[in-house]
């Protein structure tokens, strides 16, 4: 039996049992030498430290006792048996590298059987969707130790990368975007205008230059677009001015949050900051929050959360200011028809944002896009324009983020997906396989004919068995496979078979060509 069986059977007897729970405060004295007695130093230790005045209480269940703040449930009875011990894992006395490391064992509870089995399902599900496993399985990227942080992207997930990008540069261009790109380093003197070397350094990466100017790699972009607004005196007339760009930053996050795709060092955040006069904010808002619904259901999200965050308690600027900002994004979200939950304290240190929440096909929710109103930056940075009465006055500068990050992006839509990605997203769209070797020209041209009709296709005149081919690329996830023999090669047809599908659909080249074209096409939504 096995360590977790022999202690969740434990369990179920002391569950079976019955015992009641009950709550004593303890003399801290006592409760030292208690614990100290029964070789607990960690808890007598840890209640020495609890502050004078603070109650100090333990709970009784049978001949157990243990030092807890509470509350807990009458008896070990009401407790149920859907339980589950997950994992044991080490950790470090009060998080310290330099204490004892201690055993941790992990386990879950439901109110029923029902509620933990889904869950259980979920968590098997999620592991196999994976996209650090799937990424492997399909050949889209690798993180290694010679690069921690960042991602080596290989052909396939560089496609898919670019498939994206392409589409968001769509999107953009419709939506009135003017894309820049700005330098990777910028000098201290910048971020500390700006606000972030303050609230920001320690997850910056620093360097110095041969002349002993301190560099910063930039975490993000917005300073950076600042400087592209401030180059020249602009005139109301330029605004709103919506700058884009999918820039490259990097955040000097601690080792062990890395995760995957989700939390890298090194990122393309797909950025845009608008400037505009106080009167535009409400209008570009509501255009933003438009697009990024719109977005987010091409990409196959529909079930979207708003979150409102209002201000942190490390921030820049007055209290005035803040009140400004905050009414005016919430008028904007409002007048928008939307509904918002609140997210108190979580706004950027700059100003009050909008957090866009996807709901994946395992229900989890992801945060990827933001709305940031900001009345602070630009005045730290000097931005002005000229206005209607020939005053100088500072711009409005709404921060804009739709997929968040593009490798964080795509490794949601890789779990969103389990790797089946929709036919416009996959790297690899169609395969032509041949069944015998004599109709192998004929599959070549078959590929020819896609690849001109724009399709990203592979083709598979190998000597394997047809069996073999398909089992092959539907591990490899490919949405078509167009089969051909010696009776296609003769009717200039083919087979075509969907990925998961059993049947196969006998199409003359052209209007499967035709019809695969059009179904690669991206509709954009409204």
Known sequence: MSWRRKIEARMREIVRRDEKITREVWDRDAAITFFDGIG????????????????????????????????????????????????????????????????RIYGTAFGSQKELDQYLFQLEEAERRDHRRLGRELDLFHLGEEAVGSVFWHPKGWTLYRTIEAYMRGRLDAAGYQEVRGPLLLDRSLWEASGHWENFRENMFIA????????????????????IFSNRLRSYRELP????????????????????LMRVRGFIQDDAHIFCTEDQVTGEAIACCKLLLSIYRDFGFEDVEIKFADRPTVRVGSDAVWDRAEHDLKAAVETAGLTYTLNPGEGAFYGPKLEFHLRDALGRQWQCGTVQL??????????????????????VMLHRAILGSMERFIAILTEHYAGRFPLWLAPVQVVVASITSEAADYAAEVARECGAAGLRVELDASNEKITYKVREHSLAKVPIMLVVGRREAANRSV????????????????????????????????
């Open 40 to 103: 607990e130093r960690y808890k007598a230790e840890y209640i020495g430290e609890i502050p004078e005045g603070e109650e100090i209480s333990l709970y009784r269940q049978g001949d157990f006792v243990d030092l807890c703040v509470g509350p807990h449930l009458p008896s070990t009875g009401y407790l149920g048996e859907a339980f589950k011990l997950m994992n044991v894992a080490g950790a470090y006395w009060r998080g310290d590298p330099k204490n004892p490391q201690l055993q």
């Open 241 to 260: 001015l919506r700058l884009a760009e999918f820039g490259s930053c990097h955040r000097n996050e601690p080792s062990g949050a890395l995760h995957g």
């Open 208 to 227: 110095e230059s041969r002349d002993e100017r301190v560099l910063a790699v930039k975490p993000m972009n917005c300073p950076g677009h600042v400087l």
């Open 495 to 526: 087979a075509l078979r969907r990925l998961g599908g059993k049947e196969q659909e006998a199409l003359a080249l052209g209007e499967a060509v035709a019809r695969l074209k059009e179904e690669a096409a991206v509709a954009w939504s409204s």
């Open 374 to 395: 900001d009345f602070n930056m630009p005045g730290r940075l000097g931005a002005v324009y000229v206005g209607e009465d020939g005053a100088r006055h500072t711009p």
